[in-house]
């Protein structure tokens, strides 16, 4: 079984900048795949950025220029710096693990952009 714990959201005004956190723990293998999603009230769950192990990110066109992820292999670690947020950055940010066909959620954390 594998755990994901989430950490960092919280509520920052438009220009701000946030550091999200999520740990892996449980039966992991290397090759795998790490990244975050958000949703937002009343919209679906959409990509915001992974990467694979050993690969280049992808992010959304939404937040390129704006977000960074980054990755730790040795502690299943994977991080989103989030830079110049806006409003419609405000959402449930959650983390993912994909190994296989196997997918892996973590609970959710808050984000919001607000004056």
């Known amino acids: 079984q594998v755990q994901l714990v989430e950490s960092g959201g919280g509520t920052v005004q438009p220009g701000g900048s946030l550091r999200l956190s999520c740990a892996a723990s449980g039966s992991i293998f290397s090759r795998n795949a790490m990244g975050w999603y958000r949703q937002a009230p009343g919209k679906g769950r959409e990509l915001v950025a992974r990467?694979?192990?050993?690969?280049?990110?992808n992010y959304a066109d939404s937040v390129k220029g704006r977000f960074i992820i980054s990755r730790v292999y040795a502690n299943h670690t994977v991080y989103l710096q989030m830079n110049n947020l806006k409003p419609t950055d405000t959402a449930v940010y959650y983390c993912?693990?994909?190994?296989?066909?196997?997918?892996?959620w973590g609970q959710g954390t808050q984000v919001t952009v607000s004056t």
């Open positions: 993912n693990l994909v190994f296989g066909t196997t997918n892996y």
């Open positions: 990467q694979m192990y050993g690969g280049l990110p």
